[in-house]
């Protein structure tokens, strides 16, 4: 007869593991015998080392009593449907895995490539890493809400222009600075509202019905300012220009002379 701790230190279990399931009634609970001590026999140390097995390989401790009880044909469909739910979640796990290690990717958690190789043209073109930061923001904010990755040759080939790689420069000098320069935010407006004439003009400032889900632009521009109170002065040049927004450029209706 064996006492708690030699049946325990047989199964390779702990006595804390034991005493468990005597609560829950896993494992039934022997009488003490006249020295106030309970005894295990052979009948115990074989139930206990099932116990152990079906726990090891993953089954959940409120389905092992019934499993074994089980007669075979019960016990091995019991096994074939845990066999089904740990692939679950061992494909579970899985992805999980494949995301934690994107970790260590920084940006590629959530963004798609096709976004990644737009933020590494922008650091090319001489961005400041504040503004690649707050561009990753924001794409991450438009890719919760649309598929963008089929937008980014036609954003890449924008930085070819000139003015657009002026525009990114002026903003990371601003970035960059603590200083409030009212001089390169009011050159950035001009800039802005030259290329927004020029996509008025093309047609290319439509953004068909994705310009007609206002929340995220919305959620865009207040981003710039919290990222950078200081571009609130931009905004408000922009409208000086006749346009509002920043993420989606608005023309404003013309002031009556």
């Known amino acids: 007869m064996l006492t708690i701790s030699q049946l325990a230190a047989y199964a390779g279990v702990t006595v804390r593991a034991v005493r468990h399931y005597h609560q829950i009634g896993l494992l039934p609970e022997p009488e ?18 099932r ?11 409120s389905q092992i009593g019934q499993m074994l009880e089980a007669d075979a044909p ?10 089904r739910q740990l692939g679950d979640e061992i494909a579970r796990l899985e992805a999980s895995r494949q995301q934690i290690a994107q970790l260590a990717a920084g940006d590629r958690l959530a963004l798609p490539p096709q ?14 890493e ?8 924001g794409w991450i904010l438009m890719s919760a809400r649309w598929p963008v990755g ?14 657009v790689v002026r525009l990114y420069q002026i903003l990371s000098g601003v970035f960059d600075s603590d200083a409030g320069d009212d ?11 030259g290329l927004a004439e020029q996509a008025y003009a093309s047609g290319e400032i439509d953004l068909g ?34 346009w509002a927004g920043l993420a989606r450029l608005e023309r404003l209706p013309a002031s009556p002379d």
């Open 130 to 137: 504040r503004v690649v930061a707050g561009e990753r923001d």
């Open 209 to 242: 019905e994705v310009g007609q889900d206002d929340l995220p632009f919305d959620l865009l521009d207040a981003l710039a300012v919290e990222a950078d109170p200081r571009l609130q002065r931009l905004l408000d040049f922009v409208r000086e220009r006749g």
């Open 150 to 163: 089929d937008w980014m040759p036609g954003k890449i080939a924008q930085l070819d222009d000139p003015q």
């Open 183 to 193: 001089a390169r935010l009011e050159e950035a407006a001009d800039l802005i509202a």
């Open 74 to 83: 019960t016990f091995a469909a019991a096994v074939a449907d845990i066999d």
């Open 32 to 49: 003490r015998d006249a020295s106030g001590y309970r005894r295990y026999g052979a009948t115990a140390a074989v139930s206990l080392i």
């Open 115 to 128: 976004v990644i190789a737009y933020l590494d043209r922008l650091r090319e073109i001489g961005a400041s």
């Open 51 to 61: 116990i152990r097995i079906l726990a090891n390989a993953g089954v959940p401790l």
